[in-house]
């Protein structure tokens, strides 16, 4: 028998960067922000990139995260922050911390996530900081409509001044163009051509918002800042596209080179948001598709304490403690509220037997299982098996299963397998009955 592993990890590049963003991942994301490396090879700038310190604004984080696990660098760093402000991003507001960055009180909230960025900023490896951003409408120099305006900010580059000088990459407004030339060719409408949007930061009042902001902040310190804005008129998956397109543009400027395991377009970051939505819980013992999940999974095996055993590769995705359950979370987007039942892990089962679709197979505990029709266990000594919402009395499982009883998705296609010896827990199946090319995720707009 051939041992079956989860089909969802596409290729070995990605199980290791699940493995790199465990530790960064088990915290809770409401403690502080993420922050990966993502180095090169060969020597080279350093790009520090910033999302999510507003917390309503997914194209960006999504972007920034993306730029984790799809990039690999080959020359020069990233340093790659994708949820700045973690607690708005949970709770999908604004937030007020880029108006902070001029003074913060010690005994604010947002004091260590602060003092923690601007050291990042300051360090002596970082040539340039890039902040994503979603904004209003379009931006156009002059008035051309309600949504295309002065006024506006989506889909621009914006600076606060020409050129910050003495600095290796302080001509600001040339880099700006030379990132919209590049993004120019692969608009997909006249409205995304990216324009420059000039501040003139030094110039406003002292109270002026963009004189608190982290980007004034790093160009009053010698450091080259500037800011992407996506249009929010866009679904997240094509303000994600823009801003990839405009950070590629950037890196190729600064000289930092790069692969990555996607093609650039726009249905492509779509595909790659719905890839990564995944999560292992339970030492690994249960694998979890986040795409069109059911609102709430009910009677859900957790072990005490399950954030302290989750392993992601996309960093935006976290589980939080709400009412009695948790709430999975990926970026902006709130999941399945799980509803849990303590469990004791029984991690000595490695493999199961089962005939799927007349194939003998030995499955491992934590897999997503395809299935064109049939399903069969073969007996295992000492061990139990359960179909969540049937109980031990299944319907015959030589036949298609396709009830939404218990089910982890709102197809009724995605079924749970639990298996038990004694009253210990050793492991999940997902018996998955969706067609191979059903789109999963639905993308929530914040």
């Known amino acids: 028998m051939r041992p079956l592993t989860s089909p969802v990890a ?10 790199m963003l465990i530790l960064i991942c088990t915290a809770p994301a409401s403690a502080d922000f993420s922050f990966v ?4 090879v060969a020597p080279g700038p350093t790009l520090l990139v910033t999302a999510g310190i507003d917390g309503d604004e997914p194209g960006g984080i999504h972007a920034a995260a993306t730029l984790i696990t799809r990039y690999q660098i080959t020359s020069g760093q990233l340093w790659v922050v994708p949820d700045l402000h ?10 007020e911390m880029n108006l902070k960055f001029a003074h913060i009180e010690r005994s604010d909230p947002l004091y260590d996530s602060i003092a923690r960025i601007k050291e990042m900023v300051l360090d002596q490896q970082v ?3 890039v902040n994503l951003h979603d904004g209003s409408g379009f931006y156009h120099p002059e008035r051309i409509s309600r ?6 900010w989506g889909q621009s580059v914006v600076i606060d001044q020409e050129r910050l000088p003495g600095t290796r990459f302080g001509e600001l407004q040339r880099l700006a163009a030379a990132v919209a030339a590049h993004i120019e060719p692969q608009v997909l409408g006249a409205d995304d051509l990216f324009e420059i949007k000039n501040m003139r930061t030094a110039t406003l009042e002292h109270d002026a918002a963009t004189r608190q902001s982290l980007s004034w902040f790093a160009l009053r310190h010698g450091k080259p800042a500037l800011s992407f804005e996506a249009s929010k008129t866009h679904p997240v998956s094509l303000r994600t596209y823009y801003h990839l397109l405009a950070l590629e543009a950037l890196m190729n400027q600064l000289g930092i080179t790069f692969s990555r395991d996607f093609e650039l377009t726009p249905q492509a970051v779509a595909r790659v948001i719905r890839e990564d939505a995944q999560m292992t819980l ?3 013992r249960i694998h979890l598709d986040l795409n069109q999940m059911n609102r709430n ?17 996309n960093p935006l995705i976290s589980l939080q403690p709400e009412g009695e359950g948790y709430r999975i979370h990926y970026g902006n987007n709130r999941l399945a509220l799980l509803h849990p039942r303590p469990i004791e892990i029984a991690a000595d089962l490695t ?3 089962m005939i799927i679709d007349g194939n003998q197979l030995e499955v491992i505990p934590g897999t997503i299982l395809p299935i064109s029709s049939h399903v069969r266990i073969e007996p295992l000594p000492d061990y139990r098996f359960t179909l969540a919402g049937h109980g031990e009395e299944w319907p015959d499982l030589a036949t298609p299963i396709e009830g939404d009883k218990g089910s982890v998705d709102r197809s009724g296609r995605l079924l749970r397998l639990e298996i038990y010896r004694g009253s210990m827990f050793s492991g999940m199946i997902l018996l998955d009955f969706r067609e191979a090319d059903e789109e999963l995720m639905e993308e929530e707009e914040s």
């Open 10 to 19: 596409a290729d070995m590049h990605h199980l290791l960067c699940a493995l």
């Open 37 to 40: 490396r993502n180095s090169g």
């Open 86 to 95: 973690p607690r708005a991003i949970l709770l999908r507001e604004r937030g």
């Open 127 to 129: 040539d340039l900081l």
């Open 147 to 152: 949504l295309k305006n002065p006024d506006s």
């Open 282 to 284: 339970a030492q690994g």
């Open 297 to 313: 999974l009910y009677d859900f095996p957790l072990p005490v304490n399950p954030q302290t055993s989750i392993s992601v590769v």
């Open 351 to 353: 493999k199961i037997p």
